[in-house]
């Protein structure tokens, strides 16, 4: 047998969740984003419920190459555009749309042979000082790089640094409309935090939306808002099995450190997971976690390959017993990513992109 831990990608639920980037902009195309191997997914697991997108859009050459060899013929979308002047070549061939960012990105395409002009997503830098044209050298780039023979349309592009959180995006879409004003060219600006938070504003949602994490079943805004606020499902379980129990007395320690100490008697799960499988060392002690689809909380430090839960009020759970790390338990109850991410200091994304190598993973077609 190998160790009991696996990782569950529930497709069902990647389709749910992209519809709801849709119903949210029902006039804007949205792009799928499977940068960083579809947020720890993997491509090729995620793609085929996300066939229903307008397009994809990643940061890897290779996993461009990986959705044209899956046979999608639409549109990919390059985030941070080419990193080398090589790369055009992939770009022509694969028929990719790429973000120009920089100057150096226009040399390259100014040197560029193809016979196909390319299409471009001129990236504005509106505030959040990462990439893109200042609003002041905007225009003459969008003048440069409209001269040009190897460039077709052009669309405008911006990333909003602060559309999951109070600050919000009024003083980044004001510097976006300023800059655009008059040029023609879709439109592309939301990310997920943006489309749940903000589509209520049609140039806002216009005309491409770029959902990555709400359509892997997180909240962007948690904890001010969760996953069923937003009608979301968690797209990846991590779950694992119950290897041993341990009956502890007052005064007796958990795991590395010992950093818990039992005040009362209690029993103790070990369970089959740990920091090398992506569960982050990080949870502290009181972290939530589904055992045989009841809640209860992790005890003491998590180590390489395992991990304690409290037992104590669940007198029915013993070894062998299913844990849910994060995701879909037993009995349609969820652990949403996001209050386990929250617990260890960060958040979703993190721990959907760091699942380790060594979890298997297997589909899930019916949730
Ligand atoms: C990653 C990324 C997105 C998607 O962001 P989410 O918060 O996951 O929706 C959108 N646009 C750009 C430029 C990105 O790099």
């Known amino acids: 047998m190998p160790r ?11 389709a749910h969740n992209l519809h ?35 397009g994809f859009a990643l940061l890897d050459l290779d996993e461009a190459q990986r959705i044209r060899d899956l046979g999608w013929r639409g549109p990919i979308l390059l985030l941070e555009g080419c990193f080398d002047a090589r790369d055009l070549e992939l770009c022509s061939r694969l028929r990719l ?3 120009v960012h920089c100057e150096q990105q226009i040399d390259w395409l100014a040197m560029h042979k193809t016979h196909e002009p390319h299409r471009i997503f001129l990236k504005l830098n509106s505030g ?89 079943g997180s ?7 969760d996953i069923t606020h937003w009608n979301l499902r968690p797209t990846m379980t991590l779950r694992s099995r119950v290897l041993a129990v341990q009956h502890l007395q007052p005064g007796d320690s958990v795991g590395y450190g010992s950093t818990f100490i039992a005040e009362r008697p209690m029993r103790i799960g070990t369970v089959a997971c740990g920091y090398a499988d ?17 809640r209860t909380t992790t005890v003491g430090r998590v180590s390489m390959d395992m991990l304690a ?4 009020d669940l007198p029915q759970d013993g070894i062998g017993s299913e844990v849910t790390l994060w995701g879909q338990g037993p009995n349609g109850k969820v652990l949403p990513i996001d209050e386990v991410a929250r617990a260890a200091g960060t958040i979703g994304y993190e721990l959907m992109c760091a699942l380790a190598r060594r979890v298997p993973v297997h589909l899930d077609p019916l949730t």
């Open 4 to 14: 009991p831990i696996e990782a569950l990608i529930h497709q069902p639920a990647l």
């Open 20 to 54: 709801r980037a849709r119903d949210c902009a029902p006039d804007a195309q949205v792009f799928a984003v499977v940068k960083a191997n579809a947020y720890g997914h993997g491509i090729d697991r995620v793609f085929d419920a996300f066939r229903g997108a307008d």
């Open 97 to 99: 749309w790429h973000t």
């Open 128 to 216: 959040m000082n990462r990439l893109g044209f200042t609003p002041s050298g905007f225009r003459a780039a969008w003048t440069r790089l409209n001269a040009l023979p190897q460039v077709d349309e052009i669309s405008l592009m911006t990333h909003f640094s602060d559309a999951d959180g109070p600050i919000g995006i009024d003083r980044q879409w004001a510097v976006f409309q300023e800059a655009t004003a008059d040029l023609p060219g879709e439109r592309s600006l939301s990310n997920s935090a943006a489309v749940l938070r903000h589509s209520e504003r049609a140039g806002v949602r216009a005309d491409w939306v770029r959902a990555g994490i709400m359509t892997y």
């Open 219 to 225: 909240a962007p805004d948690f904890p001010q808002h």
């Open 278 to 294: 992506g569960y982050p060392r990080h949870a502290v002690h009181g972290t939530p976690v589904l055992v045989g689809g009841r």
């Open 309 to 312: 839960v409290d037992l104590t």
